[in-house]
């Protein structure tokens, strides 16, 4: 069982940015993966960004160039990097931890709101 939370989400300006964190609550091992999705109101789930624990990197389309995903193995600590953002991007971001590569088990934050507004 790993617990997953995020901090950082806030309200933000258009052109602003932020940098959500996100710590999973493993000592012992490296968690394989780690990444960010966010929903907005009346709309799925999607995913923002996914990292390994070898660095190797996928955004999607819409936050390529605004966002970086980055992490500290050591800590099984995952962060992202938010410039530039739009009022689309207002959504509850939540952090998500794949421990293993062997097995597709995952585990989610509770969340953290992100809203882009004047």
């Known amino acids: 069982q790993v617990q997953v939370v995020e901090s950082g989400g806030g309200l933000v300006q258009p052109g602003g940015s932020l940098r959500l964190s996100c710590a999973a609550s493993?000592?012992?091992?490296?968690?394989?993966?780690m990444g960010w999705y966010r929903q907005a109101p009346g709309k799925q789930r999607e995913l923002v960004a996914t990292?390994?624990?070898?660095?190797?990197?996928n955004y999607a389309d819409s936050v390529k160039g605004r966002v970086t995903i980055s992490r500290d193995n050591a800590k099984n600590t995952v962060y992202l990097q938010m410039n530039s953002l739009k009022p689309e991007d207002t959504a509850v971001y939540y952090c998500?931890?794949?421990?293993?590569?062997?097995?597709?088990?995952?585990?989610w934050g509770q969340g953290t709101q992100v809203t882009v507004s004047s």
């Open positions: 998500n931890a794949r421990p293993s590569a062997a097995a597709p088990g995952t585990y």
């Open positions: 493993e000592s012992r091992f490296t968690i394989y993966a």
């Open positions: 990292i390994t624990s070898s660095g190797r990197t």
